[in-house]
């Protein structure tokens, strides 16, 4: 069985740092790209950030960029996003999902399997 467990998530103050983790199990993923996508009390889910299969290209939404990171680990099946510089509109659950393709792409139809996400709260 295909599974995505999200871990790291937490409440912190607006400024400070947290990394997520999302471990896969069942299957490999190395050879897909992977994102993180959040989703805000009434609002739709977004892309926050992706990476490709190998992990030589990222994107990043605007509202993020040089503040989170995200990588991967392919010999641990894991895939991370750093962030920094926490704001209280980062304030979301977070999901980490696998793309059906293995480059970089935005569109939330490419992802097919999703985790269960994490709670992020960040306090002013």
């Known amino acids: 069985q295909v599974q995505l467990v999200e871990s790291g998530g937490g409440l912190v103050q607006a400024g400070g740092s947290l990394r997520l983790s999302c471990a896969a199990s069942?299957?490999?993923?190395?050879?897909?790209?992977m994102g993180w996508f959040r989703q805000a009390p009434g609002k739709e889910r977004e892309i926050v950030a992706v990476?490709?299969?190998?992990?030589?290209?990222?994107r990043y939404a605007g509202s993020v960029k040089g503040r989170f990171t995200i990588s991967r680990d392919n010999t641990k099946n894991t895939l991370y996003l750093q962030m920094n510089s926490l704001k209280p509109e980062d304030t979301a659950v977070y999901y980490c999902?696998?793309?059906?393709?293995?480059?970089?792409?935005?569109?939330?139809?490419?992802?097919?399997?999703w985790g269960q996400g994490t709670q992020v709260t960040v306090s002013a």
């Open positions: 999902a696998v793309s059906r393709r293995q480059i970089v792409t935005t569109s939330t139809a490419d992802f097919g399997t």
């Open positions: 069942g299957r490999t993923f190395s050879s897909y790209a």
């Open positions: 990476i490709n299969w190998i992990g030589g290209t990222t």
